[in-house]
């Protein structure tokens, strides 16, 4: 049997030899311990089937709480109040007998669960933590003063959180789905109605608004005219997807990421999870960050850089992506070309028009690079629990760029707008890396 993350880091723990009486220092300073606890989030998100669009706004809340409370501690890096849009100061901290790192793993707890969980899905996790404390003896009065603080600070972020017009999405009214031509309607197996349609009035935390990138206008709509733009695109997805290499196969399942996929079996209808998009990166900036060696408050600023900028590049897609409203391949392949095709990967309830994935791939590229650098090579590890062989790569922007790729030859993108959205995704994480000073 498996044993959870938490099971594992506690069973760990008490059999260290010896333990000294400062050994929590050693315990809380790991930042191995801070990727672990992120991924612990992770499986909370992909447990509860929450789409890839909420889940980035739960890990940047959660990634800039611990970051707040790690500059504290640390005087390499600054706070990000003025820099993120209306973030305030954290009110003036007591520090004294406080262990930072513990305090920051809390507050991403904390805040993680808070933003968009229901009350307590952290808390085994949390108690793992405290567990720890008391194991490598940390003295009661800094354990206290730890927890006060990442309350302190986690409370703080929860108010700037509340203010981002998320509230206000949840009743909204919902997208109007018409019958006009070339415009997105939702597709088999689910025929779910568009996910977050009013995603664009999110406050932004980088961008100034989220037009700030507007994409060129999609291909016009023309599935008359075989030498048209928009029907070359089309076809190039159904030839692509009726031939596929086993190597493309690969690429196209590993960046899959649908977060809750609709598996249908003759009457037999089931749901398989997986990460979600952000969640994928969020798993990537664990891998860099271990193969740099990254130190703890490198690791977590490295998280919350990736978390702000996959962030901001959601609300940049989505804005475009519910105005141009662009109906997806299997749709106009299966009305004009071939009613029996279907697309390699299940196509997600949304408007294809940008890309998502290759977007927020991009963007979270160029923040990693911004951290690890150019040229850094890894191996991509994330998916091996679902049963998909590693990739490796000699950039973060190499990723980036196989994702446009994936999302093509899985036939629920067109190839132009792959490209589009990875320069677009590109711009967002520049702009993130160009105004978010962390290091002094």
């Given amino acids: 049997m498996k044993l959870p993350i938490a099971a594992i880091i506690l069973y760990t723990l008490f059999l260290l030899p010896g333990c000294s009486s400062t050994q929590y220092k ?89 933003v968009t969980f229901p009350k307590g899905s952290m808390k085994e996790y949390i108690s793992m933590l405290d567990s720890m404390a008391d194991a490598g003896n940390m003295p009661a009065a800094m354990k206290e003063a730890s927890k006060r603080l990442a309350d302190s600070v986690s409370n703080h972020i929860l108010r700037w959180s509340k203010k981002d017009n998320y509230a206000e999405t949840r009743t909204a009214e919902k997208y109007n789905v018409t019958n006009e031509e070339g415009r997105w309607v939702p597709t088999a197996p689910a025929y779910a109605q568009a996910l977050e349609p009013h995603w664009n009035v999110i406050r932004t935390m980088v961008m100034d608004s989220a037009s700030q990138f507007t994409p060129p206008r999609p291909p016009v709509f023309d599935m008359k005219n075989k030498d048209s733009k928009f029907y070359k695109e089309v076809l190039a997805v159904k030839n692509a997807g009726d031939s596929l290499t086993d190597e493309q196969k690969h690429i196209a399942e590993f960046w899959d990421d ?12 089931f749901v398989t999870k997986k990460f979600s998009p952000p969640g994928h990166w969020m798993n990537i ?25 996959v962030f901001d590049a959601f609300i940049q897609c989505w ?59 890894y191996t991509d590890t994330s998916e091996l629990e679902f049963g ?53």
């Fill in 26 to 114: 050693n315990n809380f300073n790991d930042p191995l311990l801070f990727s672990k606890t992120v991924k612990e989030l992770n499986n909370v998100v992909m447990q509860n089937g929450f789409p890839p669009i909420i889940a980035s706004r739960n890990y940047a809340y959660a990634a800039v709480a611990a970051y707040e409370t790690m500059v504290l501690g640390d005087n390499r890096f600054q706070s990000l109040a003025g820099q993120i849009k209306h973030l305030p100061p954290i009110p003036a901290q007591d520090t004294t007998d406080v262990n930072l790192q513990y305090a920051s793993l809390l507050a991403f707890c904390k805040v993680g669960e808070a």
């Fill in 258 to 269: 649908l977060g809750t996929r609709m598996n249908v079996e003759g009457h037999v209808m």
């Fill in 285 to 309: 900036v664990g891998i860099a960050a271990k193969k740099a060696g990254a130190d703890f408050s490198t690791t977590v600023s490295a998280y919350a850089k990736t978390a702000i900028a």
């Fill in 319 to 377: 804005d475009e992506k519910f105005r141009s409203n662009v109906l997806r391949p299997e749709t106009a392949i299966n009305k004009y070309i071939d009613d029996e095709w279907r697309p390699y990967l299940q196509t997600p309830p949304f408007p294809e028009y940008t890309c998502g994935h290759s977007t927020v791939s991009s963007s979270a590229a160029e923040a990693l690079t911004d951290v690890f650098g150019d040229n850094f090579n």
């Fill in 388 to 440: 998909i062989k590693n990739r490796s790569f000699t950039s973060f922007r190499q990723a980036a760029i196989e994702n446009n790729w994936a999302r093509f030859y899985g036939g629920i993108h067109y190839h132009n707008s792959c490209i589009i959205s990875t320069e677009y995704g590109r711009k967002v994480g520049t702009l993130v890396n160009e105004k978010l000073k962390m290091k002094k």
